[in-house]
């Protein structure tokens, strides 16, 4: 990074009135074993603010009723609000059209409706599949269910110790029997932004079809869907300060037109007979029965809340108690950080000389620190560290240069109980 932006980065970060928004947070106000509740753990899930909290609230006080079917006033306010949830997606991804952004439960739904439909479709006997080395569960298994199914086969992009994938294997992997590149954004155990525009044009120089999964990208860093170019590109409402069981798909029309639907029902169609039916238009082909309203007017509320910030402020704070976080932890003897990658957002991952993850998770908690242990859904990523599990503290805007001094603080009482 030149010294001009990690000037126009520390300014930015400085002027980031984080007290005022932690007022925004209700859960954040409470104390955990009788001390102040210092939550890192939201990439995980990410706490939510009384926008989002009022908006889901107000839904079923005021203006409950189903969607898309009622020429009532209820219905038709509900319908408003939730679609103007798909325009606020539209602005926030800057894709080109609402009508390819599709709700779904969240970016697990959004990988397998891919799978299933796109992939069931498009692969074959024979043809290939790239993932990388540092995928969630949820963009591994939908795959290899597919290439199983298929008899395809899946290749792995592999990464070096900083968590960093090595772009000319990646070259290497590409070939005519490539149909899909399917690749995190940003690793959910590791923290490693990845340079997906890269990654997207190399695929699609290879005819290649790309998914992108964003659940930890959305959240931290300005996605720019025009700029990147993806086939396909999902996240979870949940990670971006709104509701649980909402999500975004986004696909390009060509291909989304291609594609069967997902799932059948209700709200799908055109027209039903016992011979045939004709399909919805979209992005209502993939929309079957009784969508999650409630969660869809919240996650335009989250959507909301996260553009009257400013995603680029958003980052610039972040990234500055990520790299005052580091700095921290690794004066730590004894901790190794496991994820180094040079870009990276919101994660700090580490192992502990002697020390179980598990432990050090149950003592920081008795002191008000929520982080996580295990293996993330990412074992694979655990096994290259060859480590069984790490402890894992994830950052969002509404955490303080404090908590991470909390953090430190804690992990010496952990080290002193152990001793
Ligand atoms: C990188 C990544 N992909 C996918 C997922 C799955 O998201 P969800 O459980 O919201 O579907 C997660 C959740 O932690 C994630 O971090």
Redesign the pocket.
Known sequence: MSTLSKQVKAVSAADFDVERIREDFPVLKQNIHGKPLVYLDS??TAQKPFAVIDAIRRFHEVDCANIHRGVHELSQRSTAAYEETRAKAKRFLNARSKDQLIFV???????NLVSNSWGRQNVKAGDEVIISAM??H??IVPWQMLCEEKDAKLRVIPMNERGELLMEEYEKLLNPRTRMVAV?H???ALGTINPVKQIIDMAHAAGAVTLI?G??AAPHITVDLQELDPDFYTF?G??VVGP?GI?ILYGRKSLLNAMPPYQGGGDMIKVVTFEKTTYADLPYKFEAGTPNIAGGIGLGAALDYIGHLGIEAIAAYEHALLEYGTEALSRIPGLRLIGTAREKASVLSFVMEGIHPHDIGTLLDRQGIAVRTGH??AQPVMDFFDVPATTRASLAFYNTFGEIDALVAGLQKVKEVFA
């Open positions: 990439a995980a439960r969240g970016t697990t739904e959004g990988i995928e969630h949820s963009n995190t940003v690793s959910n999964d659940a930890q979870s949940h990670k649980t999500g993330h859904c």
